[in-house]
Structure formats: structure tokens, C-alpha cells
């Protein structure tokens, strides 16, 4: 009988205590801003903090509260830039690359196997896990994972692994945005 109390006593308890918590997660939700999933969905998701913020979704973050310019990501490029100026109603700004960072063509980490000693620094390094292996064992990256951030590089004691430019294909190929040239429309004029 007493084991019957108990279980009830119990029942009870959670049900009450399950009733307000879903109460103060309806009444305390916080909303997050939909302009930043907008940002964050047009950046690469490469993680790889060459705009200066530790990854996409700060750095998107930063752009939707005016606290940083839509034209700092390399992996992105011009078409990113011209992404985003369009979502923000933003003129185009060309990519800056005052701090050391370029724009760069689409690349893949290709892991030299006779060099590799298999530390697995690399591994740690990944911030999306393109690379796999063993301790004392060759790695090897996963190419269609690979986002071409080489943050890679630096922790590699041997200097195996080589940033390879990916060619455009009909998988990957996108449609640029017409350069018009100040030349040509002025003479057209």
C-alpha cells in the first residue's frame, strides 16, 4: 500500500513539475532574430574564422547588428557579398582584403601519403571532421566534407597536406554576376 502512496506521490510530482517547466519554456522562449538565420544560411558553413569571428553563425551574428561588413568572408567571394547586399538592401562592396585575406577559388585538403606520419593533428584541427585516420596511421580527407578552411595546414609537423583548387564541374558550377566595366559604359555614352 505504502509502495502505491509513494509511486503516486511521485506521479504527481512530475507531472507538476514537468507542467512548469513547459509553461516557463512558452513563457521565457527567447526569440532569436530571423535576419541572422537569413546571413547564416547564404555563408559557406566553412567554420574556418577568416572574416575574424570564430565562425559563420557569429560573423552573421555581427552583420545583422551593424557591427561588421558583409564583404569579409573569402570562401564566400563576390557572390556571397553580392548575396548579402541583396538580403540587406546594401550596395555592393568589393572584397576586402586588407587583412591579409583573399579571395579564394574553392579548394579541397589533399593529404600527402608518403609523408604523413600520422600524428593526427590534422583531425583535431577539422572543424567539420573531413579527415579521418589513426594514430600512427595515414589520414585521409573526405572531399565532399572538406570546406577548404586550411585551418589544417598550420598544426601538420610535416607539411603533408597540399590545398587543392576543385575545378568547375556541372556539380558545382554557379551562375556569376555580369562584371560591367566603367570603361565600356562610359564610351557607350
Not at 576586402?96 to 583531425?123: M, N, Q
Not at 587543392?164 to 551562375?175: D, L, M
Amino acid at each position: 500500500m505504502s509502495f502505491l502512496l509513494a509511486l503516486a506521490v511521485m506521479a504527481g510530482l512530475a507531472l507538476l513539475l514537468g507542467a512548469i517547466l513547459g509553461f516557463a519554456a512558452i513563457k521565457y522562449k527567447v526569440d532569436e532574430d530571423p535576419l541572422v538565420d537569413k546571413i547564416d544560411a547564404i555563408l559557406p558553413q566553412t567554420q574556418c574564422g577568416q572574416c575574424g569571428f570564430p565562425g559563420c553563425k557569429p560573423y552573421a551574428t555581427a552583420i545583422a547588428n551593424e557591427e561588421a561588413e558583409i564583404n569579409k568572408c573569402p570562401p564566400g567571394g563576390e557572390d556571397g557579398i553580392r548575396k548579402l547586399a541583396d538580403l540587406l538592401g546594401k550596395d555592393f562592396v568589393p572584397f576586402d582584403d586588407g587583412g591579409g585575406a583573399a579571395e579564394k577559388p574553392r579548394s579541397v585538403a589533399i593529404i600527402r601519403e608518403d609523408t604523413c606520419i600520422g600524428c593526427t593533428l590534422c583531425i583535431q584541427a577539422c572543424p567539420v571532421d573531413a579527415i579521418v585516420g589513426a594514430a600512427k596511421h595515414l589520414h585521409t580527407v573526405i572531399e565532399s566534407e572538406c570546406t577548404g578552411c586550411e585551418l589544417c595546414l598550420a598544426p601538420c609537423p610535416v607539411d603533408c597536406i597540399d590545398m587543392v583548387a576543385v575545378g568547375e564541374n556541372v556539380n558545382n558550377w554557379k551562375w556569376r554576376y555580369p562584371v560591367i566595366q566603367l570603361k565600356q559604359v562610359k564610351a557607350g555614352a
